[in-house]
């Protein structure tokens, strides 16, 4: 997730208001910053890696003339924070400048085609074919808003684009599709922006801009045209009543609730990784002689849930291991013939990256999956994938989970599928399956919301819950605990539900709440008597359960149905949805800070 912001001014400089625009939407990336400015037919350009701050303080990001330009505040997904990945990109001739957020899934045959035709990259991006097939088909004799019109049409993926020219100074124009994409109006002035923060202190006034529309922001203020019938759109502009801080978080009251829901967006950028690294990584495990799955809290249940994956799907048997416990427990056995796949969210986390260190001197192959392109992780890894979440500012993770469990799923089934473990209906259901997760998890934040905001409000001044879960759902379990625990501060214990009877059901008193996940997989039948053994003792029975599972609804006092039509290895990624939701609700009526609970960090890179 980048930002991107773009300004036509009546009077005064645009280099300003871009820097501050990109101030405030630092939270959609800040591994790189830049901005390009009109001025005399000639375009201006800064642009650096590092966060705003920095770039600033090296490069002056206030001093570029002109009263049009456009800037970026990058994420990076392709291309390692590097200067030359930096946006503004432009062309061969530096007279278009173009920014963008979003993701150009082919991309790579693009380049090769520009390529051919004579194009010089100067970087590891997506985005820089953008302006090198404008500059072809303005060089046919399309305008400005032609070119960008036919280059979209070419690009499969999301994406939310600004472009200026000096062939056409007097504006910017911008197109997105399912990248968020919105135009500020003021009296004088207008803008373009990823997010309303952008241009909220200048102006309340936005349109929002659909997919499939571009715009072409001019003096007059702004025009929308309908990419496939070439219609003008008219749209008046609507009031927002944020305050600035509201506005970061898109009007959600916490971080966290924002990427609860933003969790079909990063899903579906997750299932737009390049096939050559998800290949790579597929070749090296199924070469490994044995794998270990490395990581630390909510990334280990990621890799938890993975073990299950690999098992069921290509037959692989994979060890998950807590980070700081590898050394110990397998730090002599690790050799040439072992690969750890780590995982880690930040990139950064002390005990995961101690573990790789320990592993690479026993000359272990080390890949890694991350959310942060240019951390010490994808630099100490042979190879990586960025899972594309976009940040995560809340402390607890979300999205980032659900992206984990995506990416590590679509793993297993390319290694099934190049060990030929199952059917090719089989692979391709899956592949429907995993394709659909996105809409899924939409609908089922929207549907179970209410109901989980009223459990919370009932069980809010109970001291301890239980969460229980059978096969892959056991992930889920440990997953939903640690959310409670670690932003409502409610003690919380998980474990497979089959271990109830050896011990912890000791605990259980009248009105004790057990939360248990059921699918209906193979474990389905087995967790029907871990129910009634709760029951039988008093428990409050608390199901996440399958939509119209009326065998357990009838056996629980409280349940939270799930629509997915989903395999068992699939179901963990709706079914921790209303987990994290409960968690957030309980945090709320506990009054605690769901966005940075005390005592934690959202990088532990501390060992
Ligand atoms: C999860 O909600 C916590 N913030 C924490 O357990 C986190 O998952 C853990 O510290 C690992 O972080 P990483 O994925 O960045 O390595």
């Not at 630092?26 to 966060?51: C, M, P, Q």
């Not at 690479?360 to 959310?371: F, H, P, Q, Y």
């Amino acid at each position: 997730m980048c930002g991107i912001f773009g300004c036509i001014l009546k009077n005064g400089e645009a280099a300003p208001t871009i820097h501050g625009a990109l101030k405030r939407l630092e939270y959609r990336g800040y591994d790189s910053v830049g901005t390009a400015t009109l001025h005399k037919n000639k375009l201006f350009i800064k642009k650096d890696n590092g966060k705003i701050d920095e770039v600033h303080a090296l490069h002056d990001l206030d001093n570029l003339p002109g009263r049009i330009g456009v800037g970026h505040t990058r994420w990076a997904t392709h291309g390692a924070p590097y200067q030359e990945n930096a946006h503004p990109h432009t062309d061969c001739e530096n007279q278009i400048a173009a920014v963008h957020n979003g993701i150009i899934e082919n991309f790579a045959e693009l380049k090769m085609e520009l390529e051919e035709r004579g194009h010089v990259f100067r970087s590891k991006t997506d985005t820089e074919i953008i302006p090198h097939f404008i500059e072809e088909e303005m060089k046919e004799g399309l305008t400005l808003v032609e070119a960008l019109r036919e280059t979209v049409k070419q690009l499969d993926g999301s994406y939310a684009i600004a472009v200026v020219s000096v062939k056409e100074p007097d504006k910017i124009v911008c197109v997105r599709k399912e990248s968020p994409l919105v135009v500020g109006i003021a009296d004088n002035d207008v803008y373009c922006a990823s997010d309303i923060p952008a241009f909220l202190p200048m102006t309340n006034r936005y349109v929002i801009v659909q997919d499939g529309e571009i715009v072409v922001l001019n003096d007059e203020g702004y025009e929308i045209w309908n990419i496939l019938d070439w219609k003008q759109v008219t749209r008046n502009p609507e009031i927002v009543d944020w305050s600035p801080k509201m506005a970061e978080k898109q009007g959600y009251p916490h971080f966290m609730l924002k990427e609860i829901n933003e969790q079909p967006l990063s899903l579906r950028n997750t299932l737009r990784l390049q096939d050559q690294y998800l290949d790579l990584m597929t070749t090296f495990l199924d070469r490994a002689g044995e794998v270990f799955l490395v990581a630390c809290g909510t990334s280990y249940h990621a890799c938890l849930a993975a073990s299950y994956m690999f098992s069921k799907l290509a037959l692989l048997a994979t060890h998950p291991v807590i980070a700081s416990e590898f050394v110990e427990q397998h730090g002599k056995s690790v050799n040439i013939d072992s690969t750890l796949l780590v995982v880690s969210q930040s990139g950064e986390t002390a005990d995961t990256l101690a573990t790789v260190d320990g592993a690479k001197l026993r000359a272990a192959t080390v890949l890694a999956l991350t959310n942060v392109v240019g951390s010490t992780l994808t630099r100490v890894a042979r190879v990586y994938i960025c899972q594309q979440s976009g940040p995560e500012v809340g402390v607890a993770a979300t999205k980032t989970f659900t992206s984990q469990l995506s990416v590590l799923s679509q793993l297993a089934l390319r290694l099934a599928k190049m060990r030929g473990k199952i059917s090719h209906v089989e692979i391709e259901n899956l592949e429907e399956k995993l394709e659909q997760i996105p809409d899924i998890v939409e609908k089922n934040i929207q549907t179970q919301k209410e109901k989980v905001k009223q459990l919370a409000k009932k069980y809010r001044d109970k001291q301890c819950f239980f969460f229980l879960g059978r096969g892959i759902s056991s992930a889920v379990a440990l997953e939903g605990k640690l959310k409670l625990m670690e932003i409502a501060y409610a003690p919380s214990l998980a474990y497979p539900a089959g271990e109830s009877k050896h011990g912890p059901i000791s605990l259980i008193e009248p009105g004790f709440p057990v939360i248990f996940i059921c699918p209906k997989d193979d474990t389905h039948k087995t967790i029907v008597g871990n129910i009634m053994e709760m029951k039988a003792r008093g428990a409050s029975i608390i199901v996440v359960i399958e939509k119209g599972d009326e065998e357990l609804k009838s056996l629980a006092d409280e349940y939270i149905e799930i629509e997915t039509g989903l395999p068992e290895v699939l179901s963990p990624i709706p079914f921790v949805i209303p987990l994290q939701l409960f968690a957030y609700y309980m945090a709320i009526e506990r009054k605690c800070d769901p966005d940075m609970p005390r005592n934690l960090a959202k990088s532990v890179t501390v060992r």
